[in-house]
């Protein structure tokens, strides 16, 4: 296993894409290569994500609509076999996709780590929070309560920013330790 994984880049502001199957992507993704078929059992990807039962069977049939996962045959009722999509891919480190499914951090929060971390990967450093709650579709008070939860955990710094006539300008964000080459 690589020290490195990868995610959709698509998935990230799949806004059709419930926001569990987003950690459910993100868990499967730090757990296994791309190229990999692998075998997954529910109980399995509960300890993965720490999402119940129902919802990643909810989870599991979305990604599989949206053609995030490939079904490779099927061995019994609970255990499917499948493979990732072929397409653009974030890279993140896979100690950061640890982080990022500790059971403090909500999905929410998740999905607007990866937002900020797609926006840095194309050299986009200053959001709104409007613009974030736009793509993310997460409203405007929620965003700033996990900027706060993301940046108490270390994974993003906040640089607020005034202009010459002392207006607020957009935030700069940052992600610490963050590789230099993002996208595959």
């Known amino acids: 296993m690589t020290s490195t994984c990868y995610i959709p880049s698509r998935a990230v502001t799949d806004t059709a894409l419930p926001r569990s199957a987003l950690r459910l992507l993100l868990a499967l993704h730090a757990a296994y290569d791309l190229p990999e078929v692998f075998s997954i059992t ?35 009722c609970e255990h499917r076999r499948c493979c990732f999509g072929q397409e653009p891919t974030l890279k ?9 499914l500790s059971p403090e951090l909500s999905t929410a929060a998740i ?17 709104s929070l409007r613009q974030i709650a736009c793509h993310v579709k997460i409203g405007g008070g929620r965003i700033v309560e ?15 920013r005034k202009g010459k006539d002392g207006s607020n300008l957009c ?14």
């Open 42 to 76: 529910l109980p399995d990807l509960k300890e993965l994500s720490g999402l119940s039962i129902p919802t990643i069977r909810a989870a599991l049939a979305a990604l599989l609509q949206a053609g995030y996962l490939h079904p490779v045959g099927r061995l019994r």
């Open 92 to 100: 993140l480190d896979r100690d950061l996709c640890s982080r990022l």
């Open 111 to 127: 999905v607007v780590f990866l937002y900020l971390y797609q926006c840095l990967s194309l050299g986009h450093s200053d959001q």
């Open 171 to 184: 935030n700069r964000y940052s992600i610490p330790g963050a590789a230099a080459n993002y996208i595959i």
């Open 146 to 160: 996990d900027l706060k939860i993301l940046f108490a955990a270390g994974l993003v710094q906040v640089e607020r």
